[in-house]
């Protein structure tokens, strides 16, 4: 039942918006859906129930073939009614319904009158829909009606042959093709829409014969195109033919550049900025021809209309990065944005100031800036951050005031990923530059004493451990370093004794300070603070001397490991105590499956602190040798393609499963990467079943079951169907895991049961 929209009050902030839609179950609505079949239509209900179908189609909701055929067919009914919404409604839910072949004929004599109707709605609409549906055998029979729909004089009867076309191309070039003549005719009309279709479509029909393409954009260059919408569309295929001639010919002129400048002349808005930024776009532009579309730009500026001074200042903003004396004729205007209502205009306005500023105009912007932070949004000052690390890179001399900067937005309030960039430009800084080293790394053990984010406080103490002992004062550091051992959890004051230890070792003068310090650690309440204490205290030696080698201790403390930590810490686990002691050498270096706690690594690679090393990528090499040691596979023949790893369960479940998708030409592979997450089961006979009752053209035919699957020891399990060879196949398959689980006892729970035993032995000698 549709939910009124209710107003509390007047206050705008108030309102509550119900959704006509909340709660609609797909069960009732084919119920509903019977109201299709009444003797006197009803066609304003008729439409609210084909509203809802729609609705859950586009959630993501899915019919049974049976369900969806009874649909259609219900459907069907309707193209007696003489509503014209209904019929649009029943245009639009037979395309999303997609019947199958031997349903289409029963809609295709109705489609087929409405396309000769002299409505010109139902005209439009029907050629929609049959292109939607049709296979190529039926457009053989209608491409003449097709024909003189793309001529037709109603621009919107037109305008849906056009489109159809284009998509029809995808999968019918052969007849689409024919209709040449046609859409050339079509490119001459005074309708917008039209011209701007059938200018696209001729496009694509020609697009793989180079010289074809020239011809049609040298003839229209001449003036023939009125539509602004066609005209954008020209500017960007005459870009293409400048770039394909540019590479070609390696000479100083470019063919069509008149055009384009010609076109910073047009009366429409959009045309004059398709050209500006095309031009800018040009390999190997110069500045004379910059000049006119930087010209255009800046007029954009103070516009009235925020969308032209957004594209403007977007595309000044990447001019500057390869061309930033073209645009300083720009800054004053960019300036007066920066107080510009829209925060995206005023941070792309910041961004490019900074790009193209002078070093005697950093303050200037520096104090601009200040009172701009605090109007805008985490992802914007991100931006911002990061263009000021440039500027400073660019202007070295300029280093303290922009370190000043960073370091007082870095106190501000702001969420992890706003103070990572501000660190991470804080840390290149010191890098990159010498001077900034003493003032770096105070700022940042100041902001560590206020530090929210454990990742950054261990991070920030990781590298004040390799660059403090560098500095000509490391002690002024100690302080801020042993105060984390007091004020901070457990994770950051065992990175603290890191640091402090590395102090140790790589200053002198330090040893006997640090090791009173690392003593205090000691009584430390953390099994790991304590463990690292004494491990560095042996290591530097009682009174402050190292025991080892100075190199060596240096090679312990920094040296860097090249085994995966994963890997290490599996061979730790198995490793039995004994008189032959542990060799770091027997750990595997290759990365076999990702950690348990890995997340879905983000689009966005991390720079500065913190950065991973690269992975060895998952090869199909790699996938191909596996699958081909195994016999149920062997005679599947080459491996086609290897899916990325798709996780099949939540991130806290006690079995992680991830699954990749092997394609081989008449073969589908599951690859189940299962871990088993308790320490206190073992699971045998590992299996996945498979329901492809939703995927028809799919049989299973092999399976390979996992023998045992130990705690935190990743194993494989597989499942393989046989699909139709050289067509596409689509299926929805369900998994379930299987599988036996036995009860592993721990040597430590072990030892507290025969602990117990002991006692209740003793306590029965007692009472005897």
Not at 378 to 383: H, P
Not at 443 to 467: M, V
Request: glycine share 4%.
């Amino acid at each position: 039942m549709a939910q009124p929209l209710v107003k509390k009050d007047d206050d705008r902030d108030d309102e509550v918006d119900y959704s006509p839609f909340l709660g609609i179950e797909k069960g009732a609505v084919l119920q509903e859906a019977r109201v299709f079949n009444d003797p006197q239509l009803d066609p304003r209900r008729c439409s609210q129930v084909i509203t809802k179908l729609l609705y859950l189609l586009n959630q993501g909701e899915t019919f049974t073939k049976v369900e969806a055929t009874e649909v259609f067919f219900a459907v069907t009914k309707l193209f007696q009614s003489r509503d014209m919404g209904l019929r649009r409604m029943v245009y639009v839910i037979i395309k999303e319904l997609s019947p199958s072949a031997d349903e289409v004929i029963i809609v295709t004599s109705s489609l087929m009158k409405d396309m000769t109707s002299k409505t010109d709605m139902y005209r439009a609409n029907a050629i929609r829909v049959l292109f939607r549906i049709t296979d190529g055998t039926l457009l053989t029979q209608i491409e003449r009606y097709l024909k003189q729909a793309i001529v037709d004089k109603n621009p919107v009867v037109a305008s849906a042959a056009l489109v159809s076309g284009i998509h029809l191309l995808q999968t019918n070039p052969e007849i689409v093709k024919r209709w040449s003549n046609e859409v050339q005719e079509a490119v001459q009309s005074r309708a917008a829409l039209v011209q701007f279709h059938a200018l696209a479509l001729l496009h694509q029909i020609r697009q793989n014969d180079r010289l074809a393409v020239n011809k049609l954009v040298s003839s229209l260059t001449r003036g023939s195109v009125r539509s602004p919408l066609a005209q954008c569309l020209l500017i960007r295929y005459t870009s293409q033919v400048i770039r394909e001639s540019t590479n070609d010919t390696q000479t100083g002129d470019r063919p069509f550049y008149d055009f384009l400048e010609g076109c910073l002349r047009h009366k429409a808005e959009m045309v004059i900025f398709e050209a500006a930024r095309a031009i800018t776009e040009l390999n190997g532009v110069t500045s004379r021809e910059l000049t006119p579309a930087i010209t255009v730009l800046q007029l954009f500026l103070s516009s009235s209309k925020p969308v032209l001074r957004f594209a403007a200042v977007r595309t000044l903003n990447k001019v500057a990065m390869s061309h930033p004396m073209a645009v300083t004729n720009c800054n004053i205007d960019m300036e007066s944005l920066i107080s510009d209502q829209n925060r995206s205009i005023a941070t792309l306005a910041i961004t490019t100031l900074l790009k193209t500023g002078n070093e005697s105009s950093v303050d200037r912007l520096m104090k601009q800036i200040t009172n701009f932070m605090s109007d805008i949004a985490d992802e914007f000052k991100i931006v911002v951050v990061d263009a000021i690390r440039s500027l400073c890179l660019k202007f070295p001399l300029k280093h303290r005031s922009l370190m000043n900067f960073l370091s007082n937005i870095l106190r501000e309030e702001g969420g992890f990923e706003y103070k990572k960039a501000i660190v991470d430009s804080i840390v290149i800084l010191i890098r990159d530059i010498p001077e900034a080293k003493e003032s770096g790394l105070l700022h940042l053990c100041e902001f560590i004493e206020d530090c929210e984010f454990t990742y950054l406080s261990t991070q920030i103490l990781h590298f004040l451990g390799i660059e403090g002992p560098k500095t000509s004062d490391p002690s002024k550091y100690i302080r801020y370093i042993y105060n984390r051992v007091h004020l901070e959890n457990a994770t950051v004051r065992a990175g603290a004794v890191s640091t402090l230890a590395k102090f140790g070792a790589m200053v002198d003068g330090l040893k006997p300070r640090i090791f009173v310090l690392l003593r205090r650690c000691l009584f430390d309440n953390d099994d790991e603070v304590r463990d690292r204490a004494t491990l560095y205290l042996n290591t530097l030696g009682g009174d402050g001397a190292v025991v080892e080698t100075d190199e060596g201790v240096k090679e312990f403390l920094f040296g860097s490991l090249d085994v995966p930590l994963v890997n290490l810490e599996n061979s730790l686990k198995n490793y039995d105590p004994s008189e032959k002691a542990f060799d770091i050498n027997s750990v595997p270096k290759d990365v076999k499956t990702q950690p348990l706690a890995e997340k879905k690594a983000t689009s966005k690679k991390p720079t500065g602190l913190g950065a991973p090393p690269p992975g060895p990528p998952s090869t199909v090499d790699a996938y191909e040798k596996l699958l081909s040691s195994i016999p149920e596979f062997a005679s599947f023949g080459k491996l086609f393609k290897s899916s990325a790893p798709v996780e099949l369960t939540e991130a806290e479940t006690e079995y992680a499963v991830n699954v990749v998708k092997h394609i081989f030409d008449g073969h589908v592979v599951f690859q189940y990467n299962c871990t088993n997450t308790i320490p206190e089961q073992l699971l045998e006979n590992v299996t996945v079943i498979v329901d492809a009752s939703e995927a028809e053209e799919f049989a299973e035919v092999a399976s390979k079951p996992l023998r045992q699957l130990p705690y935190d020891s990743p194993g494989q399990t597989f499942v393989a169907f046989e699909k139709p060879e050289g067509v596409s196949a689509v299926g929805k398959f369900s998994n379930m895991l299987r599988f036996i689980v036995k009860e592993v006892f721990s040597l430590s729970h072990a030892c507290n049961v025969s602990a117990r035993l002991i006692q209740v032995l003793a306590r029965l000698r007692m009472t005897e």
